[in-house]
């Protein structure tokens, strides 16, 4: 059947902010979508609240809204733009979520928009729990025995251990499981709360089951295909996206396999999606082979990105070419030319992912795994065996020393994992072992482990092995083990194979390193920028080649760069990539820290880092160079000193007198910074670091400002001057921010001009750099220089229009400022970046603001002025403020002066305000009615407290700033109360302030598209 | 640890660590693409004489079990294996005497065969007992595949009893028969007699169905079994498979011709044109049937275009180049098999 000519044109909803369980893998999926359709002739209307993605660039779409993904916002679109047709299937379960309530509020059928690849009915068939389970038990298969629970008296016919799933959340979100009665209880409890529509589903624990997935594609025609199966080394009960997986499944004999391939398509039937790809997902009893059917995404899911990139099969192009009216085997293989898409993929190689956790991040939060997702990102190893994929995934992971994941070492191995990957990890041990170096690349391992077990370095193995001529060679993933021709661009290495050739070079190369899996601190962003980076080098002239090891990413996609290799971003694969490649640079400025740490092996190597160099990086990671400039250039820094050990700190400290800022060089996303105020704090901060680490005076009631600048190594170009909603000592990456800066003095904004214009070429930048700035009293501080793409490229390019990613390319190529003769910013509207943090998922960690980053993801909102920005930032952040009701104060003494004046504003706009007695008094004292609710602490066995307040829904707002660090009393209860009932709780004043106003002056406001905004296209 | 290689006509050579019985083994080096299923893929009779590489990474990973045999023994003479994922696989091997290697490039080895074509080769266990330039000037002595009438070597001699029971009576040629295809028609309901490939029309005319199997070689010289079809074509209905389909294609005229490499996997899609739908089908098969303009196939592959069914309606009879009975692959085309018993008539 070809396209379909009665739509032309088609709403894709994006998935929004990275959370946990819901990450770039989307991006990649609504990039694939975008531009099938776009070459199919639709006009192609995106809505995502996201702006580090790519699918939100303004050529990836005819109109490119960044609106909060709620009703109201995709309606607002939807208006304005009317198109024929809305695809939910590629924006994970968010976007499914939205069209169900969209559909369900009657917008589709008001305004004649077809929902197109998965009907309501369908949705509602894979996602309701009871409606699913009569779909399989219809095809004569079982899920785990279970019962549906809408409140909590309804608990009883089935018992502990079960394992407790709400439905409509995702990675399972609020469910977990429960040994005994009374965690049975709680989960419920919770679980309830979470589904948004109070459901739950208690089942039978298969605990210890193996788990399978199995990637479905179905037709108009009733096809399906199976692109490929994906086998969980954790055994059930943990989650997928938390477990170790291997693609294809190892274990499954034929008939074992094709009983669930039987099953997947009897189940995708009987469901009925018609066009496109589902995930389901099954548990197999290892000693008597009895199946359940865990569960199915009706839609495109982390998985179906991760089975991508395992087999080079882009189900979802597929997907979206599906949903316009194509069949499988009218839509031709990309990596093959030849063969359609109803060839099912086989592989020559195995692929293993390993989930990247932060827990470290967290402190006091439950490090076990369960069916609750955790991870932050994943890694993904290609190599012809098992194990050699294994240690590739395993290393790719860029563990932090000392950090607390599982399987932190090769011997780690979690329970219940099946002998036979056990044998494999044995035999992959006694290859090492042999003495035999060819048997230990072979199996997998790198040259440091080689070194390691056999008492040498890795720098020794190296040399022995080029005296052998042992060197990788590069195999092509083409989707058919080689059975049809491919041109694929696709490669991974191995050992002691035969080479598939390079093409001739016609022109000049570069290597882009990206940034490895997604972990707090270095996300998306980063892949963003390498993708520019890619696509400007390719427009440059250049053959642009990307090394990284992450699935979920569009740089990944085999569709992005002229070569991609699979591989972990560590000095020996990457070398030997530039060994084969021999490019004329390599770029290391986008990809954030992991690039920059490769560097210096890189230009060791003789090769040539393009643009900015590495000296400018010591320049600015050293505090001793770095102090030194700024004295020479006459630029004011906080006072410093660097030092070693918790004495060397002490002395410091009392020097620069408190409080003062930890923190440890050539990290990111503030990893262990702290904020120290006394001896005491300090000696704790410090036992959390080693090395050389600055102490520097910590700047109090100071605005922070966030500038992006352009350096051609003379010129400066400033494109964005941001100010953070939050006072310095919230990391950057968590705080709210404005563009342009919204209360700098012209004084102010012309120094930190002035400061940014001399710092960037002493530095000899060429290309990006980010410049942190605080401004306290008038006087103005520089905090931090980093000669690299910052967190912040995407929203201040998406803010003021102009793409800082490909200047600064063209930079680094040898253009100067002069030649790029870019536009002054001068956007026509306000934006505000709001961060996303994922405290939910880790009950136990304090969730408040500080010097350490541990959001996950963030939002991006527009409008004519700050108040509606701000508040429509909250909103796609998932807190959306409230308009009235019940406010509950309480704040430090510092903050008591300052609460005042936001509680009579919030007073004035009709809220209740609800106060512990210390706040209470303080209000009371400036004349406002308050009413008091006992701390935790100090209430009486049946007094009503605050924590009960809240989790009884009695209040709309929480404002609680923490009373100094390690204190775990009332504070802390009252934000994880806060955070169990899902009700805003914003704990630095400086947020509280602006949100007031926004809720006081926000305005409704018609959506403008990103087009619109930045003035090109119409 | 011992060394082994292959080495290809051609003169290529790659080396292995052998994992089961020593020995030359010479045939035809051929790959299939399945990722599971090597010990029904090595008990298919169908790859007599050859030397069978595995796409797939890992083989061996799950053991052996009788359950899963094609047939009573290996047929394949030599396996070549990236890595072996098992012991109780090679053990197995090794006590057939099955010459086989791991640690094997074999995508090198496959990237080979797809572009010179299936050749003649030999799989040596230890490359200390035979040097690799005088083994290959032993492969280039060896008959090529082509013209090899195999099916007297894999074919049971005796007609037996498969199963007793069933609403009609179906008998099996046994060019080389799988057990599935005899386990998928007793499934369906059929009685299953099993002839060997030398019988005679009048010996099947009797049956409600006669199903023509797969087998090995190179169909061309069956003339005998051709002629026999031929003779039985018009009487009961007859459904062919693989070997048996170009059989039944020599016996109504078509042309057979050898494939470069063949198709040897379980990944392979087909069209269906009476429905437009597309099929996932087990397949290894090294010839095909020519395309004729006198008679639509009812199954194309959407791999290369070659013809993968044909209907004789005016002979009551029809058949399908790729696995309906699966073991291994999909089980996407088991209806083809339960359609055709279901439509038969008990006489």
New interface residues.
């Given amino acids: 059947m070809p396209r379909r000519t009665d739509i032309e044109s088609i709403c894709l909803i994006g998935s929004g902010p990275i959370v946990i369980g819901q990450a770039c893998e989307f991006d990649y999926s609504g990039c694939q979508a975008l531009k099938v359709l776009r070459e199919d002739g639709f006009r192609t209307i995106v809505v995502n609240s996201n702006p580090a993605t790519i699918m939100t660039d303004p050529g990836f779409a005819d109109r490119t809204y960044i609106e909060p993904l709620d009703v109201a916002g995709v309606t607002d679109v939807l208006r304005r733009e009317r198109p024929d047709a809305l695809l939910p299937t590629l924006g994970g379960q968010t976007a499914l979520n939205l069209a169900i309530e969209l559909a369900e509020s009657g917008v589709l059928d008001e305004l004649g928009v077809e929902l197109i690849g998965a009907r309501v009915d369908v949705i509602r068939r894979a996602e309701d729990r009871s409606l699913f389970r009569d779909a399989v038990e219809s095809c004569g298969l079982r899920t785990p025995r279970s019962q549906i629970v809408t409140s909590i008296d309804q608990l009883g016919p089935i018992p502990a251990p079960a394992v407790v799933r709400p439905a409509f959340t995702l990675g399972g979100h609020g469910g977990g499981f429960a040994e005994t009665e009374g965690e049975l209880r709680a989960i419920v409890e919770r679980g309830l709360r979470e589904s948004p529509i109070t459901q739950v589903l208690v089942e039978e624990s298969i605990r210890g089951w193996d788990e399978f997935e199995l990637e479905v594609i179905r037709d108009l025609?009733?096809?399906v295909?199976?692109v490929c199966s994906i086998e969980n080394l954790d055994p059930m009960g943990v989650h997928t996206g938390d477990s170790v997986t291997v693609a294809?499944q190892?274990?499954?004999?034929?008939?074992?396999?094709?009983e669930l391939?039987?099953a997947s398509v009897a189940i995708i039937r009987a469901v009925g999606v018609e066009t496109g790809g589902s995930n389901i997902q099954f548990a197999r009893n290892r000693d008597t082979g009895e199946v359940r059917v865990i569960e199915m995404n009706p839609r495109v899911s982390r998985s179906s990105a991760l089975a991508s990139k395992a087999t080079g099969y882009p189900i979802a192009k597929g997907a979206a070419k599906l949903a316009v009216g194509y069949t499988?085997?009218e839509i031709p293989n990309d990596l093959t030319k030849?063969?359609?898409a109803?060839?099912?993929?086989?592989?020559?190689?195995?692929v293993v992912k390993f989930p990247r956790f932060a827990f470290e991040k967290f402190p006091g939060a439950d490090t076990t795994l369960g069916t609750q997702m955790k991870s932050v990102g994943e890694a993904m190893g290609i190599g012809?065996?098992?194990t050699e994929a294994f240690l590739k995934g395993f290393g790719s992971r860029e563990l932090d020393p000392g950090s607390a994941t599982p399987w932190a070492t090769f011997d780690d191995i979690p329970d219940g994992v099946h002998p036979?990957f056990k044998e494999?990890l044995a035999h992959a041990r006694r290859e090492l072992a042999s003495l035999d170096i060819l048997r230990a690349k072979?199996a997998g391992w790198g040259d440091d482990s080689i070194g390691a077990a056999w008492g040498t370095s890795g720098d020794d193995v190296r040399r022995a092995r080029y005296a052998r001529g042992i060197k990788p060679s590069y195999?092509r993933v083409d989707s058919?083990?080689?059975?049809?021709?491919a041109s694929s661009n696709y490669y991974y290495s191995t050992w002691?194979?035969?080479d598939e050739a390079l093409p001739p070079a016609t022109k000049p190369r570069v290597v882009i390193i990206g940034s490895g899996p997604n972990r707090i601190g270095q996300g998306i962003e980063f892949d963003y920028c390498c993708v520019h980076a890619v696509q400007t080098f390719r427009a440059l002239g250049y053959e642009a080649v990307m090394i990284n090891c992450n699935p979920e990413t569009v740089s990944t996609d085999y569709d992005t760069s002229d070569r991609l290799y699979f591989e972990p971003l560590s000095p020996e694969e990457v070398l030997a990539v530039l060994d084969r490649e021999q490019p004329e640079g390599v770029v290391t400025q986008f990809g954030g820290q992991t690039p920059l740490r490769l560097a210096r092996h890189i230009e060791a190597a003789g090769y040539q880092i393009m643009g900015t160099p590495l000296t400018a990086i010591d320049l600015a990671e050293d505090r001793e160079l770095f102090g030194a400039l700024a004295d020479e250039l006459g630029i004011r820094c906080p006072p410093w000193s660097t030092v070693e050990g918790v004495e060397e700190a002490i002395a410091a400290a009392a020097e620069i007198g408190y409080p003062v800022l930890v923190r440890p060089s050539y990290v990111l996303g503030g990893r262990a910074m702290r904020v120290c105020y006394d001896d005491a704090q300090l000696r704790k901060a410090m036992s959390a670091v080693s090395g050389s680490v600055l102490v520097d005076r910590f700047v109090e009631n100071a605005v922070e400002i966030d500038v992006d600048a352009l350096c051609d190594g003379e010129e400066v170009f400033i494109a964005a001057v941001m100010q953070h909603v939050e006072e310095a000592g919230v990391h950057s990456g968590d705080s709210s921010c404005v563009l342009p800066a919204q209360s700098l003095t012209l004084a102010n904004a012309l120094e930190v001009e002035h400061i940014v214009k001399r710092l960037a070429p002493a530095l000899g930048v060429v290309g990006l750099v980010n410049i942190q700035l605080a401004i306290a009293d008038s006087t103005v501080y520089v905090l931090e220089a980093n000669p690299r793409a910052s967190r912040t490229v995407p929203f201040a390019s998406k803010a003021i229009g102009i793409n800082l990613v490909e200047a600064a390319c063209k930079l680094a190529a040898g253009k100067t400022l002069r030649d790029l003769d870019l536009p002054t910013p001068r956007p026509i509207q306000v934006s505000v970046k709001a961060a996303v943090l994922p405290f939910a998922r880790f009950p136990g960690a304090d969730p408040v603001l500080g010097p350490e980053m541990r959001s996950t993801g963030e939002v991006m909102a527009s409008a004519s002025d700050l108040p509606t920005a701000f508040a429509k930032a909250e909103r796609a952040a998932g807190r959306p403020l409230p308009a009235t009701g019940t406010a509950f104060l309480s704040v430090n003494d510092n903050d008591k002066p300052s609460v005042v004046s936001i509680a009579a504003a919030l007073a004035g706009l009709g809220f209740e305000i609800v106060a512990t007695d210390g706040t209470a008094r303080t209000l009371r004292a400036a004349g406002l009615e308050v009413g008091e609710v006992a701390k935790v602490a100090d209430a009486a066995a049946d007094e009503q407290t605050v924590v009960d307040l809240i989790a009884d829904g009695r209040c709309d707002l929480i404002i609680n700033t923490p009373q100094g660090s390690g204190a775990r009393a009332d504070g802390y209860r009252i934000r994880e109360a806060a955070l169990g009932a899902r009700v805003p709780c914003i704990t630095t004043i400086s947020g509280a302030a602006a949100a007031v106003h926004a809720i006081a002056n926000a305005r409704a406001e018609t959506a403008l598209s990103l087009q619109e905004r930045i003035g090109i296209g119409a | 640890m011992t060394v082994g290689y292959i080495a290809l006509e051609d003169g290529t050579v790659i080396s292995g660590r052998s994992v089961a019985a020593p020995g030359v083994a010479f045939g035809e080096a051929v790959?299939t693409?399945?990722?599971?299923?090597y010990q029904?893929t090595v008990t298919d009779p169908s790859f007599a004489g050859q030397l069978v590489t595995f796409?797939?990474?890992?083989v061996g990973?799950?053991g052996v079990?009788d359950a899963?045999l094609e047939s009573a023994q290996p047929w394949v003479k030599g396996v070549l294996m990236?890595?072996c994922?098992?012991a109780a696989w090679a053990t197995w091997l090794a006590s057939h005497g099955i010459v086989a290697l791991e640690?094997v490039?074999?995508?090198?080895l496959?990237?080979r065969i797809?572009e010179a074509g299936a050749m003649r080769a030999a799989v040596v266990g230890d490359e200390s007992e035979l040097d690799a330039a005088a083994a290959i000037e032993l492969i280039r002595q060896q008959p090529a595949m082509e013209g090899q009438a195999l099916v007297s070597s894999v074919s049971s001699v005796e007609p037996t009893r498969f199963n007793e029971e069933g609403r009609v009576r179906v008998a099996v040629v046994d060019y080389g028969a799988k057990a599935s295809i005899m386990r998928r028609l007793k499934r369906s309901g059929a009685a299953v007699t099993v002839y060997p490939h030398a019988a005679s029309a009048d010996d099947l005319a009797g049956y409600d169905g006669v199903l023509l199997s797969n087998g090995p070689g190179d169909p061309g010289p069956l003339v005998d079994e051709v002629a026999a079809i031929a003779d039985l074509v018009g009487r009961p209905s007859v459904l062919g498979i693989c070997l048996g389909h170009q059989l039944l294609g020599l016996a109504t005229g078509h042309s057979t011709y050898k494939l470069p490499f063949g198709h040897r996997?379980?990944?392979?899609?087909v069209?269906e044109r009476a429905t437009?739908?597309?099929l996932?089908t087990s397949q290894n098969h090294g010839f095909a049937v020519a395309a004729t303009d006198e008679r639509e196939a009812t199954y194309v592959s959407?791999?290369d275009g070659t013809v993968e069914g044909f209907d004789y309606p005016e002979l009551n009879a029809r058949s399908v180049q790729f696995h309906p009975e699966?073991?291994?692959?999909?089980?996407d085309a088991w209806p083809i098999l339960e359609r055709w018993v279901e439509g038969l008539q008990p006489a």
Avoid: K
């Fill in positions: 025609n009733d096809n295909v199976i294809p190892m274990t499954l004999s034929d008939e074992a396999y094709q391939r039987d499988l085997d030849t063969t359609p109803s060839f099912e993929p086989t592989l020559d190689y195995v012809r065996t098992f036979w494999q072979r195999r058919c083990a080689g059975e049809v021709e002691g194979e035969e | 790959f693409t399945a990722m599971t299923g029904e796409t797939a990474p890992m990973n799950y079990d899963r990236r890595r994922g098992g640690e490039d074999t995508r090198m496959v990237l797809r996997g379980a990944n392979h899609p069209l437009g739908r597309v996932v959407l791999y699966a073991g291994p692959g999909t089980h």
